[in-house]
């Protein structure tokens, strides 16, 4: 609920706080006294039009603050949190307007755009004026309050269930639907894409692995052929090449025939043992490389089948633009398509028979929600009915018209489009409740529906600004009953000249125009018993207060 409001510099209001109780709340005061100032302060910070004329003479900006007390399971919190706003204790809603027309809104003292200020403040509080739009005028609200008012919350979930339910298999069908349509334009390409695929099997991290092996039988190519050219110059084939084992045998065979006289050391000694031992390293040697290239022989289509495959798979990659590590997810995607294509007309019989059955549940639920809703509908326009005649609105006829809608309209609230009209007079053609009841009779209209349905309103604050225009003796009194019925369960502040409505209310707060400096500023207070007393006698007796005015006064409070 609205627990204070503080204005600083707004036309004739220097500077006030106001704070509000639960209950009924009147607000009186002579005719141009700033009541309606009063309510355009509010409705700036409520997110309200900013204009630069409300700011005060010789300020530089006018301020407002409406502090609301909301429990912690209200849905303003989920949308503040939406926001990234931070949650308080309260909720302070803040308005600043400067004189050049400029303004901004705060929420707990965080910046908000000015729509986004309107749409909190719309579930916190609501404005009933002659001539504003508000909550129960509008139509798409009607189904809601109906619901609220006389249908039990089970068959309303049930019906949003169903919707959802039956939606969902709706999806799935038509994704269906638009993957077998697809497969089917590409069925060719599909087959033939799979089928080579399919002989190419390709499998995950294959290209790394034969990366890996080209390189290593490449190396093993490079080394057979160094062994290869080694052994070839130890032992050539061509004969006009130099032998290296033919030139040191020969050398030998010719060191040989050196003769040395008896007892001497030959002196080609050394040098034929060193042809020795060079002949045995030659042979050494070939061997070694003998041993070394039968070690290196690899098959010698290896690399080639290895590189033929590494260059397949590259190729096949390159065709469906994907890299080769794609290539066996491909594949499957392929086969699962292909699938898809051959199974694809027993799946959408499936889950077309699915939605059928489920749009039938629907169709149920909706039906017996429609049934109660039929009820509720009957039993809420007697109820309003029997609130208009107290009203001064007994020749008015309230009609709650429930219609089906078309099945592109069905929704999670269910089939039904609901709508409240109303005719004012014999004999006329109910319409819409703010295009054929005048601003007086809007008000109390509102006032009798809120009487039946404020119990489903989400918002905890309501003001009614004038409701008793146009009216008095016994309908004022009458209004002012349904306004303290209606504060059982909301807090309701009602601006009133009606002595009958201020009397039925738990407290009364009095505007008043006073001169300051030569200024004039508009004030609050609070009345006590005594104050509220002599304020109601001047509303009953005009200019000058009799002692019979404050004994009717008197008697009205009493009552």
């Known amino acids: 609920m609205l627990t204070s409001l503080s204005i600083r510099d707004v036309v004739l209001i220097e500077r006030l706080d106001l704070h509000f109780a639960a209950g009924l709340t009147a607000l009186t005061g002579e005719t141009g006294a700033g009541k309606s100032i009063l309510l355009d302060s509010l409705g700036l910070a409520l997110g309200a039009r900013a204009d630069s004329g409300l700011v005060r003479a010789g300020s530089a900006q006018a301020m407002v603050v409406a502090s609301f007390s909301v429990p912690p399971s209200h849905e303003v919190w989920a949308r503040l949190a939406d926001q990234g706003l931070e949650p308080g204790e309260d909720i302070l809603l803040k308005r600043i307007v400067t004189r050049d027309g400029r303004s901004r809104a705060l929420i707990n003292d965080q910046p908000v755009s000015a729509g986004f200020l309107k749409i909190i403040a719309a579930l916190l509080i609501e404005v009933q004026g002659q001539h504003e739009q508000v909550g129960l005028a509008d139509p798409a609200n009607h189904i809601g309050l109906l ?61 790394e692995a034969l990366a890996a092996e080209r390189t290593r039988l ?62 045995v390293a030659l042979a050494e040697a070939e061997d070694f490389l003998e041993r070394l290239a039968a070690a290196e022989e690899d098959d010698p289509r290896a690399l080639e089948a290895t590189e033929e495959r590494l260059f397949a798979l590259r190729a096949a990659a390159r065709k469906h633009g994907i890299s080769v590590a794609e290539l066996p997810g491909f594949f499957e995607d392929l086969k699962a398509r292909l699938r898809a294509l051959d199974s694809g007309v027993a799946d959408i019989a499936a889950l077309s028979a699915e939605t059928t059955r489920l749009r039938a549940t629907y ?97 905890a604050t309501l003001i009614f600004d004038e409701v008793d225009s146009g009216i008095g003796g016994a309908t004022a009194a009458a209004v002012g009953e349904r306004l303290a019925r209606v504060a059982q369960g909301v807090q309701v502040l009602v601006v009133t ?48 207060v009799t002692d019979a005015a404050r004994e009717a006064a008197a008697s009205l409070l009493q009552t």
């Open 363 to 459: 169709a149920e639920a909706a039906a017996a929600l429609s049934a109660l809703r039929e009820t509720a509908a009957q039993a809420l326009e007697r109820a309003i009915m029997a609130e208009l005649p107290p009203l001064k609105l007994e020749r008015a006829r309230f009609v709650v018209e429930r219609s089906l809608l078309a099945e592109t309209a069905w929704g999670p609230k269910g089939a039904d489009a609901v709508r409240f009209l109303i005719a004012t007079n014999p004999g006329e053609t109910p319409g819409a409740l703010d295009k054929i009841a005048s601003g007086g009779e809007l008000s109390r209209l509102m006032l009798a529906m809120k009487v039946v349905l404020s119990a489903g309103a989400s918002v």
């Open 497 to 544: 000249h009606s002595p009958q409505v201020a009397a039925k209310a738990r407290a009364q707060l009095r505007v008043a125009k006073r001169v300051v400096a030569e200024r004039a500023v508009t004030d609050v207070e609070t009345l006590t018993p005594d104050e509220r007393r002599e304020e109601i006698a001047r509303m009953l007796a005009g200019t000058h």
């Open 147 to 207: 619901d609220a008012f006389g249908v039990p919350p089970a068959p309303r979930e049930a019906v949003s269930a169903a919707f959802r339910a039956w939606k969902a298999a709706q999806t799935r069908l038509r994704e269906a639907e638009a993957r077998i349509k697809d497969a089917a334009r590409e069925e060719e390409y599909l087959r033939f894409a799979a089928d080579e695929l399919s002989k190419l099997a390709p499998v995950a991290g294959e290209e």
């Open 218 to 279: 490449q190396a093993g190519e490079r080394r057979a052929e160094a062994i290869a050219g080694a052994l070839a110059e130890l032992r050539p084939r061509d004969r006009r090449s130099a032998n290296p084992g033919a030139a040191l045998r020969a050398a030998a065979k010719a060191l040989a025939r050196v003769t040395v006289p008896a007892g001497q050391i030959n002196p080609a000694g050394p040098a034929m043992a060193a042809i020795e031992r060079a002949e």
